[in-house]
């Protein structure tokens, strides 16, 4: 562990770096508080040993300005003083110092201060790791909770919190989207005919598909069992169907076999509905969900394997 002495005293300053040396510390020594905030900006130096009586910046500036939060981590204070008055060491404490040391220092004092700076400096370094492992757990979860697992899309929630956050107010020129509600066709069937593990291999199979024909922009989301919502920013009405039609090509070639379907094949109906850019209609996102699932009713009353827009 690094130890930065900064003292002006040049015997004193001498006598601390033999003794800190001699302890096991690395020493790097300054002769002004500048310096030392110098080193403590470009360096991880954890423990301070600062006279208080120092040219350009004395140590409770230099303690103070340790404080002010700039550096990225804890720095530990022993402040060296002939100064033995009460207000004076309160003094010191209150500019930030941790700990003080009066001159001449004792030997087996420095070393207990010391090493109570090295405590806590090491129970900082042990939190800081444990943050970091709680953070990526923190990250890792948020993306779970918003994550469908079998088809590895978003899930409902993802979609909600998709859509609060993008649907903007009606005033917005950028705010334009389109949804395609997409449910695969007689998937109860496929279910009863090859069994439930055979249908969530479609369903991922499926979803695969759909997320190949997709920008990398573009959001999927498992809306409940067998539907799925795709979520199209700034494509208009046009665009969308044009792209829900690749997507029930593209699942009905991957030659699914499904006895119960008119075609022989697994396939998929979708209801496209969108949000204009510049509308001035006071829609929700839940109204366009909502025209979305009723072209999807339309598309599978008129047949299945196609497309319908709201
Ligand atoms: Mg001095």
């Not at 129970?123 to 990526?136: G, P, T």
Request: glycine share 6%.
């Amino acid at each position: 562990m690094q130890v930065l002495i900064a003292e002006d005293d040049r015997a004193s300053r001498r006598l601390l770096e033999k003794a800190v040396a001699s302890l096991g510390y690395e020493v790097i020594s300054v002769d002004d508080g500048l310096a030392a905030w110098n080193v403590l900006r470009q360096n991880d130096v954890r423990l301070v040993i600062a006279d208080w009586e120092m040219p350009n910046m004395n140590g409770l500036s230099l303690c103070r300005r340790i404080r002010a939060g700039v550096l990225p981590r804890y720095v530990f204070v022993i402040l060296l003083t002939s100064k033995t008055s009460r207000e004076d060491i309160i003094e010191g404490l209150e500019a930030g110092a941790d700990d003080y040391l009066t001159k001449p220092f004792n030997r087996a004092e420095l070393s207990a201060r010391l090493r109570t700076g090295l405590r806590v400096v090491e129970l900082e370094l042990e939190l800081q790791a444990k943050n970091e492992i709680l953070e990526d757990l923190n990250t890792r979860l948020e993306r779970m909770a918003l994550t469908d697992p079998l088809m590895e899309v978003g899930n409902r929630r993802g979609l909600y919190d998709t859509l609060d956050r993008l649907h903007g107010p009606t005033d917005n020129s950028d705010c334009g989207y389109s949804l395609i509600m997409v449910d695969v066709d007689h998937f109860k069937f496929y279910n009863d005919t090859y069994g439930h593990a055979a249908g969530d291999s479609a369903l991922k199979n499926v979803s695969s598909a759909i997320k190949r024909c997709l920008r990398s922009n573009d959001g999927v989301f498992r809306y409940g069992g067998e539907e799925i919502v795709v979520y199209l920013p700034s494509a208009d009405i046009d665009a969308a169907s044009e792209v829900a039609n690749r997507l029930c090509k593209a699942v009905s070639e991957l030659g699914i076999p499904h006895t119960s379907s008119s075609t022989q094949v697994l396939t998929i109906s979708c209801g496209v509905a969108s949000r204009p850019r510049h509308s001035n209609e006071k829609q929700s996102w839940e109204d366009i969900l909502s025209l979305a699932d009723g072209a999807l009713y339309e598309a599978k009353t008129a047949g299945r394997n196609r497309v319908a827009v709201a």
